[in-house]
């Protein structure tokens, strides 16, 4: 029975309609490795440059072409987007091979009307939140890198060039679509007065990259929401999509 791991209090014939709707989950091996191969399929179409368009994975290249080492140290910003909140977080991370890492963080509401207005009242909404969180923290002197999170389809043209192809998660700002949304952030940031430097990485890049250590190499990374994001470090030789593209 599937519902007998539940509950051990779970009678007979609770545990039985409990049975019932958990069996249209349950997939057998040939059907798993049927939606595996349908999905390397896929995989192989979203790394080919004339394929890639029609790809149900699109496999957008990252530019990041590194992983950490256990040396980095400093203060950083980061901002995580892609609901109706959105966190800002300052992150001290320790260097010396021990990746001692602290962090403070605050979540922020995108009211509804920003949510469906314009792409330039979402990122000044943003813009203003920063300030005030660097107000909070006592760092609004400091110019630090700040690193943008934004959990929408993206083609990534460099580390900190990416442009919007679709809204989902009940966004609908006007004039992002087709828009480069790390110049848009930086031209709110600007015009609020925020000292910054930034960059850019996708959702998947971040958990992945947090699980690095000298001692500890994970090849990637996922997240599941109402989307599922999927991350992997990869030889370039894999991939077409590199081919017109500058990498230093």
């Known amino acids: 029975m599937l519902a007998s791991n539940l509950s051990a209090e779970l009678h007979d014939d609770q545990a039985q309609k409990v049975d019932k709707y958990l069996h249209q989950f349950h997939l057998s091996d040939k059907t798993l490795m049927e939606l595996s191969m349908r999905?390397?399929?896929?995989?192989?179409?979203?790394?080919?440059?004339?394929?890639?368009?029609?790809?149900?994975?699109?496999?957008?290249?990252?530019?990041?072409?590194?992983?950490?080492?256990?040396?980095?140290?400093?203060?950083?910003?980061?901002?995580?987007?892609?609901?109706?909140?959105?966190?800002?977080?300052?992150?001290?991370v320790k260097g010396n091979?021990?990746?001692?890492?602290?962090?403070?963080?605050?979540?922020?509401?995108?009211?509804?009307?920003?949510?469906?207005?314009?792409?330039?009242d979402l990122f000044d909404h943003i813009a203003d939140c920063l300030a005030d969180f660097l107000e909070k923290m006592g760092i609004k002197d400091k110019k630090l890198p700040l690193g943008f999170?934004?959990?929408?389809?993206?083609?990534?043209?460099?580390?900190?060039?990416?442009?919007?192809?679709?809204?989902?998660?009940?966004?609908?700002?006007?004039?992002?679509?087709?828009?480069?949304?790390?110049?848009?952030?930086?031209k709110s940031i600007k015009k609020r007065g925020?000292?910054?430097?930034?960059?850019?990485?996708?959702?998947?890049?971040?958990?992945?990259?947090?699980?690095?250590?000298p001692k500890r190499l994970w090849g990637f990374g996922g997240i599941v929401v109402d989307h599922f994001y999927r991350t992997a470090l990869d030889s370039t030789r894999t991939t077409q999509l590199f081919m017109n593209c500058v990498i230093v």
Not at 101 to 120: A, N, T
Request: aromatic share 8%; charged share 25%; net charge neutral.
């Open 39 to 92: 999905f390397r399929r896929e995989m192989d179409k979203g790394l080919c440059r004339d394929t890639n368009p029609t790809a149900a994975v699109k496999m957008l290249p990252t530019y990041v072409l590194s992983t950490p080492d256990g040396t980095e140290q400093g203060e950083f910003l980061a901002l995580d987007l892609g609901g109706s909140n959105f966190r800002i977080l300052l992150v001290k």
């Open 149 to 186: 999170t934004f959990s929408f389809p993206c083609l990534q043209t460099k580390l900190d060039e990416s442009v919007l192809i679709s809204w989902t998660k009940g966004f609908r700002l006007s004039g992002v679509e087709g828009n480069d949304v790390v110049s848009l952030l930086r």
């Open 194 to 213: 925020v000292k910054e430097n930034n960059t850019f990485g996708h959702k998947t890049v971040i958990p992945r990259h947090g699980s690095v250590s």
């Open 97 to 120: 091979g021990d990746q001692k890492v602290e962090m403070e963080s605050q979540i922020y509401d995108i009211p509804d009307l920003v949510m469906r207005g314009s792409g330039s």
